[in-house]
């Protein structure tokens, strides 16, 4: 019964969709129209001095909406620390087999370098701080389920994460402010003298790698810590 | 060749949420929607959006997958299936 009222919800739903996707123009939407696509792709990389355009978007021009989400972030940690309360100490698991440490042994420092790279490489390549520091935080995770959370906390102290997502979140605000003090407005990148450099070198884009970093810093300690407070237990139970 | 390849992605996509919702067990509904994200990961990648393609990766695949498996464990559905 269950399954049929799910089927045809999904039907239905499905035909929404579909009848969605017939009133967009078919010729039209794969071409860029509009002033503000056109612009971005003329003049983006002069503008920003970012080779991958989607982090020139999301850390010049709409920069201010990034600071936004990583304030969700922030929030949705806040949320769930108050909600898993705290006084609860690390469940002492011991993890899974010896076979499986040793595997994860191996791949952990590639996996850590994988996320420095997507995080410093942000204005060149695909990636940017969201998704570097979220490898960061699967690292983490990695390690809470493979070798137990004792170790991941005796590894990566709790208090240490907590402030590196507060620091990270003060160091994304003064990156902002460093504008202000130029007397331009708040987040501005190039305009505000930040040093633009080549475009395509690991220096260069501005602001950009410093946004990335500290974005990286913040989802992975974030997230990791959303994780933690999810798998401890109370001293007395279990 | 690439719309070849999206219409086999697209019907595993298919398959993999199909699953997701009709799977008795909330475990195995789980990890149907990890592979539906990892698939996901992959149009993304054909469409030629490698930015959200990896976001995609590693949130959809990677991290709700171990965020719902912990709250299964933590909930009544997953101690029935697995006591500690």
């Not at chain 1, 612009?39 to 001095?49: A, C, K, L, N, P």
């Not at chain 1, 899974?96 to 996996?111: C, G, I």
């Not at chain 1, 590894?155 to 507060?166: P, Q, V």
Request: with cysteine; net charge neutral.
């Amino acid at each position: 019964m269950k399954k049929a009222v799910a089927l045809v919800l999904m039907l239905l739903l499905g035909a929404c969709l579909l009848s969605a996707l017939s009133g967009i123009p078919q010729a039209e939407y794969r071409l860029l129209h509009g002033e503000a696509p056109a612009r971005i792709v003329q003049h983006g990389m002069d503008d920003t001095g970012a080779v991958n355009l989607v982090t020139g978007v999301l850390f010049d021009y709409r920069s201010f909406d990034t600071l936004g989400e990583s304030t969700v972030i922030f929030t949705a940690v806040a949320g769930i620390m108050m909600l898993f309360l705290p006084g609860q100490v690390p469940l002492a698991g011991k993890g899974l087999s010896s076979m499986a440490k040793r595997s994860v042994d191996l791949l952990l420092p590639f996996v850590l370098i994988v996320g420095l790279y997507v995080i410093s490489h942000g204005h060149i390549s695909p990636g940017g701080g969201f998704q570097g520091g979220t490898i960061w935080a699967t690292l983490t995770i990695l390690m809470c389920i493979v070798y137990g959370t004792q170790f991941e906390s005796q590894f990566i102290e709790y208090d240490a994460k907590k402030t590196l997502e507060s620091a990270a979140a003060v160091a994304l605000l003064l990156v902002g402010a460093v504008a202000l003090f130029a007397g331009y407005p708040f987040l501005s990148n190039l305009a505000a003298g930040f040093p633009g450099g080549t475009p395509g070198q690991l220096v260069s884009a501005g602001h950009i790698p410093w946004l990335n970093a500290a974005v990286g810093m913040k989802v992975a300690a974030g997230l990791s810590l959303i994780f933690f407070s999810m798998v401890k237990k109370k001293s007395g139970e279990g | 060749m690439e719309s070849a390849l999206i219409s086999v992605l697209l019907v595993f996509l298919l398959g993999a949420a199909s699953a997701a919702v009709f799977f008795d067990s909330i475990l195995n509904s789980i990890i149907s929607l990890g592979v539906f994200g990892a698939l996901m990961a992959a149009v993304f990648v054909v469409y030629q959006a490698p930015d959200v393609a990896m976001a995609q990766a590693v949130v959809g695949a990677g991290l709700i997958t171990s965020f719902f498996v912990v709250t299964l464990s933590k909930t009544s559905a997953g101690a029935k299936s697995e006591p500690e």
